[in-house]
Each structure stands twice: as C-alpha cells, then as structure tokens.
C-alpha cells in the first residue's frame, strides 16, 4: 500500500488517465503528440515490469470535431445527452484507431474496454470485467477503458472519467491511479491569479480544508475538475489504493512520479479503508429510498458502530425491496451511510418506532431484529454523494 512518495516504487499495477482536454483539440481533432507521449511512457514502465490500463477520455470531443466536418454547430452548440451519445459513438473508434496505431508500432496490442456503472454494480459483470482485465495483462495487451457513453443516460453516468479510473483500479486490482491533466497538481490557491500559491504535494486525509481548495471562493480555475479529482481520490484511497495528480503535458511526468520525484499532488492511503463490501455499498449502488432516524440512532451507528435499529426510525421515503441499497439520514437530513435494508419499504414504515421485539407481532414474521445490519452499513464522509 502506498503510503508515502517513496512506496510508489513499489508500484506494479497502474491506471493511467487522460482527460479529454489533452487529447482532444477543437481545430484539429486528436493530439497524436499526446497520444505519442503516452506510449513512450507506458512501454518504458512495461520495460520495469509495471503493467498500465489507460482510462482515455475524448470520445465526446473527438466525436463533435469529426460531425463538425459536415455542420459545424456540433462544435459550438450545447449538446443534448443524445448528441453527446452520438458524438461519443463517432469518436470513441477514432480515439482506438489512434492508440492502436502508435501502440502496435511500439510492438504492442491494444484492448477496448466500454464499462458502464451499472456493469460494475453487478457482481458477474464485475467480476467479468476484472477477470477479461487479468487474461488482457497476462497476454501483455494495452486495456484502454472508457464509459460506455452511448447506453447511458446522464442519472446513470460515472459522471466523469476521475471516478471511472479509481473504480476501474479497484477492479484490476492496481496500487495506483494517477490522473494527467492540465495542471500539475492540487494547489492552495488559483495559480493564475495567487502568485503565491503552493502545490499540496502530499495529501494523507482528504479532509474539508482539502475540498476547500476546489471549491474555495476566487478558485475558478480548474474548480469543477478538481472537484471530481478529490472525489475520485477519496473513492480510490478509500479502496487502499493512491492517487496522484500531475501534468499531462510533460514527457515523463508519470516515470518520474514512479522515480519517487516531487512532482503533482499525491493521495496517500492511509488505515481507513473500506472492505470490498463497502466499496460497493458506497461508491456503486444507488439508493432506492431514505431512513431518516433520531441522535440517539445517529450516534450508535456513527459513534459505535452498530446496526440500525427500528427504535431509532422515525421517517421512510421512497420505495424499495428487501436488500436494496437506502440511505440513512440524521435529524438535520444529511446522509450519513448508506446500506442494505432487511425489510421493504412499506414493512419499514410499519416497524418505524418499535421495539425490535414488537416486528414480529407487526409484521407477522421477523427475520432479522435489525432494519440494517452492521455488516452491510457504510457511513459516508461528507463529500461521497450519497446517491
Ligand atoms: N467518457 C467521456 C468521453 O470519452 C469523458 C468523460 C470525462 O471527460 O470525464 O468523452
């Protein structure tokens, strides 16, 4: 686990991923450049036995340059989620065509990966898509992942390709992600407008002060991108795996960040780590419905981990089955967990209140004295959307 600079030496697994913005240029389509820099680096880590999976953004870009061609509003129109599909299906094999071609004159063999959310909701495709990525590395192949933009509506999106990489790391089982984007790391401050202001190079807790720094007042530069950066790494750090930030633009930004250089904003792990059950609970279900609960019931599952109990009920929103993923709410609304419920929505608005000794005489059967269990209980840092 990587835990400090001088652990990313250890690294044998990567996700490297390149945001749209480097890859993509309005006037002239695909920057080969960039896609040259990217080879160069990936087969001179494969040479140090460090195996790579791009996570390659552009599809959308790409696509709108290449419909331009015929009517030029593709590039200068807001799109609607079907046209950005659209786009997204036009460029995403352009992209491919242009890796394959710099990859395969480097002697290596490319593999296209279209993954989904709901893909990695699901445990068989889950644990098709990591095992397709395991057969991909034995065989020395090149996986390069992309949301699968055409078949999913913007509810159901990653949302970004930051928080695609850190889930698809977990799903290759990588030590690392490091995101190259247009700027060489976290920052204290607007760099284009605070002389003074310091690049973070190591973060080892992503606390408020960390998120204040993408979204503090006169940050304009880069705010939405940074934002989704600390999501992505709070969801990788959180899985033990690290995160780096650095700037795509340098030949050997990612080498030199292996060397152990100071370079970009690294996110260390640290002991507070998610179980694989967690992760899932946390980072990809999507809550069907809400509990909102009293202090006493927020305190004893925040402060001492434990199950939630129908005593501590005293709302029910939404509709939802046995074994759907809910969000729990303290007295002030704000989620604080998420996770399975033992009971549907309609039993749970029945048990709301009770005694858990009372279910059985209310329900007419009980199978669990708990509405959540402990085990399937994530609580939620302030900044994981609970979704
Ligand atoms: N999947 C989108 C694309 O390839 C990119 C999403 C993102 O930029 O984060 O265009």
């Known amino acids: 686990m990587i835990q400090q ?6 690294t044998r697994r990567l996700v490297f991923k390149i945001g749209s913005s480097l890859l993509a240029d309005p006037q002239y389509g695909i920057n080969m450049t960039m896609i040259e820099r990217i080879v160069r680096q990936v087969t001179a880590l494969h040479q140090q036995n460090i195996e790579v999976c791009l996570v390659s953004s552009g599809s959308v870009a790409l696509g709108r340059v290449a419909l331009a061609k015929h009517d030029s509003t593709w590039l200068t129109r807001v799109l609607r989620v079907h046209e950005k599909q659209a786009a997204a ?26 993954l989904t959310r709901d893909d990695l909701r699901h445990r068989r495709r889950y644990l098709n898509a990591s095992n397709t990525a395991g057969t991909l590395f034995s065989a020395g192949v090149i996986p390069i992942v992309n949301e699968n933009d055409t078949v999913v509506v913007e509810e159901i999106k990653f949302g970004d390709n930051d928080a695609l990489a850190a889930l698809v790391a977990r ?23 605070t002389p003074d202001a310091l690049r973070i190079s190591e973060v080892h807790t992503i606390d408020a002060s960390i998120h204040n720094m993408a979204t503090g007042a006169g940050s304009s530069f880069g705010t939405g991108g940074m934002k989704s950066k600390i999501h992505a790494a709070d969801i990788a750090t959180r899985a033990g795996i690290a995160l780096a930030i650095v700037a795509g633009q340098s030949d050997h930004a ?39 609960i009293d202090a006493g019931a927020a305190t004893a599952i925040e402060k001492h981990g434990a199950s939630l109990l129908p005593i ?7 509709s939802f089955d046995k074994g759907e993923c809910i969000t729990v709410y303290n007295p002030e609304n704000k989620p604080i967990a998420k996770g399975l419920s033992n009971y549907n929505s309609r039993e749970m608005a029945m048990v709301c209140g009770l005694k858990s000794e009372h279910i059985e005489s209310c329900l007419g059967y009980m199978d669990y004295t708990s509405v959540i269990h402990r085990d399937n209980l994530v609580l939620l840092r302030d900044m994981i959307a609970a979704v």
């Open 312 to 318: 501590g009920l005293h709302r029910v929103s939404g």
């Open 254 to 292: 990612l080498l030199d960040l292996l060397k152990g250089n100071d370079l970009g904003t690294l996110f260390c792990c640290n002991d507070d780590r998610h179980t694989r059950r967690q992760h899932w609970i946390a980072e990809l279900l999507q809550a069907k419905g809400g509990l909102y």
């Open 89 to 114: 299906a036009v460029g995403q094999p352009a992209l491919m065509h242009a890796y394959h071609q710099v990859f395969s004159d480097c002697g290596f063999n490319v593999a296209q990966m279209l």
């Open 5 to 10: 600079r001088k652990d990313l030496s250890q």
């Open 171 to 193: 799903v290759i089982e990588a030590d690392l992600v490091v995101l190259a984007t247009d700027v060489d790391g976290l920052y204290n401050g607007n760099p284009n407008n």
